[in-house]
Structure formats: structure tokens, C-alpha cells
């Protein structure tokens, strides 16, 4: 096991680096995607709204695997030469919009039209409507989902191995084919995996704990 | 009759609070507002009555902009509301309102309710806007509950508490949209009470209610309502002895045992 660290640890330590990297990456723009989403989810405007439901129910309801392949084979079909971590991060961001389009749609309905009524009676303009009354309701709602979406993303993108992103599972694979330490190196992989997604867990409890940070003037 | 005194050419005249002329509104094909004229003095009470679906809290709700109107002109403290979002808010810093459901921020103590508007819309600070807040929460009978969250607060006192936050911006104008139709019986008296010593003031306040003795004790006209219209207008004790309409005695009759 030692040998094996020594030797392969670097491969192992990028893989898990570039896990991390695609996932946050990928979460951040999917989440201003998606709320984008969930404001087209919300609208009137009719074929808007049935496209974005179009979207999210497509990627909701499709495995990852198949999204990622189908998207690698949908650029070389473009004839375009994308790098693989770049097609990953590309996956990671469509999967996460639909989803954080759901959970910001499902935060904006469960802030009542009496609250936005309350805030415009009160001379109160949009931009700081959203701040000072939408936001500071909904985030607790939103907080929780987003950080089991983000846990989720942790694990699915292990899926991208099958497209040969070189993230830290494909890692685990280019180990094995050149030590046949099978067993060793997937659990190896595995409580990485672990130590990540319970990382995420921790960091999103204390943020959870302190939401006093939302309401103004505090 | 006081609706014809209101044709004088000059729009600004600074005894009339609201102005209502000739609008009419309608949601999709269904017209729910048609061709409303009201003139409300600067002090003066008001009470609007009728069925539910008349159209009375719509026309209230026009008065803020929350509702837009189709047709016709209304000005708030001679100010035009029209699709311009400055002249909107002009007349939303001047114009308080009380909802049926309060609709008091959760996530704010009753404080933080009050001060929020004076401290984001006004820029008042923060000690100036507490002590305004202060000085409401008193006159509603509440200020001991001051740090407590809303959710903490009866109906009533979460009334009172809405009341004290539309008077923190110092409004000309009270909007009440049906005060007290959302809750349990023994805490209609106390809000009542509240905006009674309201009219004592002098605040110029329009009241959707069915709060028929209210109306008796303040009110200086009294607005039936029915099917987008106003059908009748009258001083209370006419309006209660001697309704002209048809649908104002049926109304009435139902409401008053």
C-alpha cells in the first residue's frame, strides 16, 4: 500500500484534484444557469417556460453517463476538438442547472406573493426586494438541497471516467492497468471519494448554523 | 355629490388625498373594475363595502400600484400613477397598507419589520428609525413584543404590527384591505380599536371591510360596491337606515342580523 502511494499517489492526487475542480466548477456555472432556469420555470411567457421545463425535465430524468457521452459525441460530430476536463466540466454544468433550476423554483414558491406585496407596499424596489425579503427566506430552503446536489455531483462525476475525463476515478483506472492492485486502489479511490463528499457535508452544516449572516443590518 | 366638486380642471389640489376618475379594469375578458369615480379628501374616512368579487379590494389595490388599471386616471397626493416605476414608488412611500394576511417578514423581529422600509427606502439610520418604530409599536399597544419574530405574535398582534410598519414611513394615505377578515373573532376588537384611534388622528385611511359597526363609528362615507361598480355612496347613517339600492339593502340584510 505504501509503494503504491509513493509510486502512484501523484496520479491519484491529481485525478482527486481535477474531481474537485470539475465538480465545483461545473456546480457554480450550473447554478447561475440554473437560476436563469427557475426564472424561466416561473414565467408567463409561455414558450419559454416550456422550454426550460423541456430542459430540466430531459436532464432530470436521463442517467449522466448518457448525457456525457452523448455530448462528447455531439462535438466530434461539430468536428471540434474540445479537451476532455473541459467536455467534463461542460457535462457537470448542464446535469447541475436542472436541478438547481428545481430546488431555486421550489425556493422562490415557498416565499408567499403576500411577502413581494408586503415589501412593493413598502416603497421597497425589486433589487432590494429580492435581498432583504426573497433571499433571506429562501436560501434556507435552497441551502440544504444545493449542498445534497453538490454531494450528489461528487459521485456522479465518476461517471466521466467512462468518457475518458481524466478525473479520479479514470486515475484509479490508469493505476490499476499499470500495478493490477485492484482491490487496493479502489478503495483507496473510495475513501477519497468519501473524505470529499463528508467535507462537503461539514462545510455545509456550519453554514447552515449561522444563517444570521442573511438578514440585514445585523 | 362630492365626486362633482372633483371636476375642477386643476389636477393638484392639495385637499384631495386620492383621485379616482373613470377607470376601469379587467382581468383577462372579465372586467373587474368599471368606470370607478371617488375623490377622497386629505382626513377623511372611508369605508368600502359589498359581496366579495365586487371589486373593492382590486380598487384599493390600484391605489398602490399593486394593481394596474386599464383605463381612466388615479392620483395619490396629486401624483399620477402610471407605468413609470419612480411615480409608483412616490406614491408607495405615501401610501401605507394593511393586508388580510399581515404579511410581516418572518425572518425579521417586529423591530426589524418596522425599521426595514424607513432604513432602505428613506435612509433613515438606524437610531431614527428604531425610535420611529419605537413610538408606533407604542401606539399599537405592542411595544414589549418588540424582539420577538412574528411567527411568536397572535393574528391581532401581528395586525397591529403591520399597522405600526406602514405608519413608519410616515405615510398621508392608510390602505386596509380587509384588516380583520383573517382572524379569530376575539381579536377583531383590538385591531379595530387600533385603527380607530387611527381615524381619532386624522389619518386619511380607505377600508375594505365588513365591519359594519366600524364603519357606523368612523367612517365619514360609506362606498357599496357591487360587480365592478360603485352603486352607492352615502354617509353611514344613511347608508344603514336608508339604502337606495336594491343589492345594498340584499347585502345588508345578509350582514347585519
Known amino acids: 500500500m505504501i509503494d503504491l502511494l509513493s509510486n502512484y499517489g501523484v496520479i491519484i492526487l491529481r485525478g482527486f484534484l481535477w474531481t474537485i475542480i470539475l465538480v465545483t466548477g461545473g456546480f457554480a456555472i450550473g447554478s ?105 427566506q429562501l436560501l434556507p430552503f435552497v441551502l440544504p438541497a444545493s449542498v445534497n446536489l453538490l454531494a450528489t455531483l461528487c459521485k456522479e462525476s465518476a461517471f466521466l471516467a467512462g468518457v475518458s475525463v481524466a478525473e479520479l476515478t479514470f486515475s484509479g483506472q490508469v493505476v490499476i492497468t499499470q500495478t493490477f492492485l485492484v482491490f487496493e486502489v479502489w478503495a483507496v479511490i473510495g475513501a ?17 448554523k449561522k444563517m444570521t449572516w442573511l438578514i440585514p443590518g445585523r | 355629490m362630492l365626486s362633482l366638486v372633483a371636476q375642477s380642471p386643476s389636477p393638484v389640489d392639495t385637499n384631495v388625498a386620492v383621485s379616482i376618475r373613470d377607470v376601469s379594469k379587467w382581468f383577462g375578458a372579465f372586467q373587474v373594475l368599471e368606470n370607478i369615480n371617488l375623490e377622497v379628501r386629505v382626513g377623511e374616512r372611508i369605508v368600502i363595502a359589498g359581496p366579495s368579487g365586487s371589486g373593492k379590494s382590486t380598487m384599493i389595490r390600484c391605489l398602490n400600484g399593486l394593481e394596474r388599471h386599464q383605463k381612466g386616471k388615479i392620483l395619490v397626493n396629486g401624483t399620477e400613477l402610471s407605468e413609470n416605476r419612480k411615480k409608483i414608488d412616490t406614491v408607495r412611500k405615501e401610501v401605507g397598507m394593511v393586508f388580510q394576511h399581515f404579511n410581516l417578514f418572518p425572518h425579521l423581529t417586529i423591530l426589524e419589520n418596522c425599521t426595514l422600509a424607513p432604513m432602505w427606502v428613506k435612509n433613515a439610520d438606524r437610531r431614527q428609525a428604531e425610535g420611529i418604530a419605537a413610538y408606533f409599536l407604542e401606539k399599537v399597544r405592542i411595544a414589549d413584543q418588540a424582539h420577538k419574530y412574528p411567527g411568536q405574535l397572535s393574528g391581532g398582534q401581528q395586525q397591529r404590527v403591520a399597522i405600526a410598519r406602514a405608519l413608519c414611513m410616515k405615510p398621508k394615505v392608510l390602505l386596509f384591505d380587509e384588516p380583520t377578515s383573517a382572524l379569530d373573532p376575539e381579536m ?70
Not at chain 1, 416565499?111 to 433589487?127: C, K, Y
Not at chain 1, 470529499?196 to 457535508?201: A, G, P, Q
Not at chain 2, 375594505?208 to 352615502?234: L, P
Not at chain 2, 354617509?235 to 336594491?246: C, K, L, R, V, Y
Open chain 1, 192 to 208: 477519497l471519494y468519501l473524505v470529499l463528499v463528508l467535507s462537503v457535508m461539514a462545510a455545509a452544516k456550519r453554514l447552515e
Open chain 1, 32 to 136: 447561475v444557469f440554473g437560476a436563469v432556469l427557475a426564472i424561466l420555470l416561473v414565467s408567463k411567457q409561455k414558450l419559454l417556460n416550456w422550454l426550460a421545463r423541456s430542459y430540466v425535465e430531459l436532464i432530470r430524468n436521463t442517467p449522466f453517463l448518457i448525457q456525457a457521452m452523448l455530448l462528447f459525441a455531439l462535438f466530434g460530430i461539430m468536428r471540434m476538438r474540445l479537451e476532455p476536463l473541459l467536455v467534463g466540466l461542460i457535462a457537470i454544468a448542464i446535469y447541475s442547472a436542472a436541478y438547481m433550476a428545481e430546488i431555486i423554483r421550489g425556493g422562490l414558491a415557498s416565499v408567499s406573493d403576500g411577502q413581494r406585496e408586503g415589501a412593493r407596499a413598502l416603497a421597497i424596489g425589486p433589487f432590494l426586494e429580492f435581498r432583504l425579503i426573497i433571499l433571506p
Open chain 2, 188 to 257: 377583531v376588537r383590538e385591531v379595530l380599536d387600533t385603527m380607530v384611534s387611527l381615524a381619532k388622528d386624522g389619518m386619511t385611511m380607505l377600508c375594505v371591510t365588513h365591519e359594519m359597526g366600524f364603519a357606523r363609528q368612523v367612517a365619514d362615507r360609506v362606498i357599496f360596491m357591487d360587480g365592478g361598480q360603485i352603486i352607492e355612496e352615502n354617509t353611514p347613517s344613511e347608508f344603514f337606515a336608508n339604502p337606495q339600492h336594491e343589492r345594498a339593502k340584499a347585502f345588508l340584510s345578509q350582514i347585519i342580523h
